[in-house]
């Protein structure tokens, strides 16, 4: 053996026996037939935003439930939109999970939602980075890309992310980007940006 196993190692697919990791990524594809990623904020009162997207997308299933085997493992699900929930709904803190994500199951969309009254709409960037460096004596501007920080036009800030999810080399180039607004209050989801590349060019 030229490693030790750790605690919980049993729950480890890299850690069993005759792993085989291309294996592995077939077996992942099937078991959840993902379509749809969807960046929004974490914001509470913005929980049913996956929801509203899956109503809006046909075809899509949200929440979903597992898939069971015959000795009761949970070897599935048949949820097909996955979200993606962080500070603002900006595309940035999801780019890692996009890469992962078209790795192991592959899918056709993003769909970022950025909605009313976020928290992201009550500072600015300057704001943020001057309070941290009274509050805690230390410079963040270096460590976030100014443009994804906060939110004072929701248009520019969703074309900003949706073009920040286009340009990512970790995304692929046939996923379609779309830009929602949500309204917290009227629970009405519109369209703002959208960019799905012409089938056949590359
Ligand atoms: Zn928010």
Known sequence: MSTTKGTFSEFVF???PGFDESSFRKLFAQAIHLKTIVIHCFDP???EIPEVVARHFPGEIYPGENVIDEAGNRVGHTRTLF????????AVAGLQSISTMEHL???ENVVVVHHSFCGAT???ADGMLDAYKHEHGVDISGAYDRGSISISDFESSLKYDVDLVRSSPGVPAHVNVYGFFYNIDTGELTEVVRDVPSSGAE
């Open 14 to 16: 890299s850690a069993m």
């Open 45 to 47: 009162r913005a929980v």
């Open 83 to 90: 979200p993606v929930s962080v500070a603002g709904g900006r």
């Open 105 to 107: 199951f592959g899918f």
């Open 122 to 124: 009550s500072f600015t």
